[in-house]
């Protein structure tokens, strides 16, 4: 499934007709902006009346030039930030939805299956990468906890119940049994996570737990060792999964990066000075021209340069749930139907009595796909068997 970002989703149709982009409300930054046009726009209205009055008060318009050249590069180099941001959480997510595949297709297709348990951590195995890529979206969302609906079928109950009751005091394969100074143990043993927002939610830093994606990353390593401790894989096919578990680490890394890196505070607060300076300053250089053209102006002119500003804003943070931001559910929805579809095609040596535990929505797109492969079926009975 390809998602098309390019045409937005929310355009308003009646029959034949679709309305045009300046015609939209939804997505637009109207609603963000409103309150501080308002604003100006009374403030201007009031100075055109003063200047009605005493028109020795005006200022000329000529001076206002050189700062709305001067404010322009600002607001200039203030977009083009945030939608690098952007566009780096969107490579981020590409090349995490490659590596995910890529990952999923090696184990599928190059562990052999030599026993029943060999074929339930294959199958775990899979199941764990989905479950990490959806872990990354609610991880910089700030959503912590496993109660989410998509991840039903994935994680396997004892994870499930040494996230809630050990936290971070959880030992891994060859870490040993009691934590020491080589476990992955950060801060105290509770699993009450502290998140810090600066304002905007432009940045924040979690302490106390190691995150959710961290800990699945250490189960799939669990995973790929037991494959190579059995002779399950190749040599080559092991150095390859090595590769793609730290490409994912390191893809985390990047969606870190991009939360926790804020704008610079003093380029932020000398930007919104800069702005509503020259918009106090505006209506005094308009206001000779007359009281009807001072009003249309101010609210033009501060529409375009807050609407700007609110751009910028609202783009920064690419993994929100905002109509600009990023269709993160949707690409981990179409994960999980790769997922689904490797899940239904048996490999020869697989056991019939395997069950998955698949959640509602991926056990009907299950179901879809073996009635497909039965009516397309001609020389081999349905099921692999």
């Known amino acids: 499934m390809i998602i098309d970002t390019a045409t937005p989703n929310n355009r308003v149709k009646a029959f034949w007709f679709v309305w045009p ?9 109207i609603r963000l902006s409103f309150p501080a046009v308002l604003m100006m726009t009374g403030y201007g209205v009031g100075i055109a009346f003063l200047i009605r009055q005493y028109e020795y008060m005006a200022i000329q318009l000529t001076i206002m030039t050189p700062v709305a050249v001067v404010l322009s590069l600002l607001l200039v180099f203030r977009t083009n930030s945030a939608y690098d941001r952007y566009w780096e959480g969107r490579k981020i997510w590409q090349d995490l939805k490659v590596t995910s595949r890529n990952m999923i297709r090696n184990v599928w297709c190059g562990m052999q299956e030599k026993s029943a348990e060999d074929s339930a951590r294959k199958r775990q195995a899979l199941k764990e990468v989905a479950a990490l890529v959806i872990s990354i979206k609610h991880y910089i969302r700030g959503e912590d906890g496993l109660e989410y609906a998509d991840y039903d079928g994935l994680l396997t109950p004892e994870f ?8 971070s005091n959880y030992t891994y394969g060859a870490i040993g049994d009691s934590v020491g100074h080589n476990s992955p143990q950060v801060g105290g043993s509770s699993t009450e996570i502290c998140i810090q927002q600066q304002q905007g939610n432009e940045g924040w830093e979690r302490t106390t737990d190691i995150p959710l994606p961290s800990k699945i990353m250490y189960e799939i390593q669990k995973s790929v060792e037991y494959m190579q401790k059995n002779g399950l894989v190749p040599a080559q096919l092991y150095v390859n999964m090595l590769n793609l578990v730290n490409g994912l ?68 943070n690419p993994f929100g749930y905002d109509a600009n931001d990023l269709p993160l559910d949707a690409f981990c929805e179409s994960l999980l139907v790769e997922l689904s579809y490797a899940l239904t095609h048996r490999t020869p040596t697989l056991p019939e009595n395997i069950e998955d535990t698949l959640s509602e929505n991926s056990k009907a797109v299950k179901e879809a796909a073996m009635n497909k492969d039965c009516s397309g079926a001609t020389t081999a009975p349905c099921g692999g068997s």
């Open 249 to 316: 680490g390191g893809l985390i890394g990047g969606c870190e990066r991009i939360i926790s890196t804020p704008i610079p505070l003093a380029y932020h607060i000398h930007l919104h000075h800069s702005l509503y300076l020259y918009l106090m300053v505006l209506p005094w250089s308009t206001g000779s021209m007359g009281l009807a053209k001072c009003i249309i102006l101010q609210a033009i002119i501060s529409f375009m340069m807050i609407g700007i500003d609110a751009i910028s804003r609202e783009i920064q």
């Open 160 to 167: 499930r119940m040494r996230v809630m009751t050990q936290g």
């Open 21 to 29: 982009d300046a015609l939209h409300y939804r997505g637009s930054i």
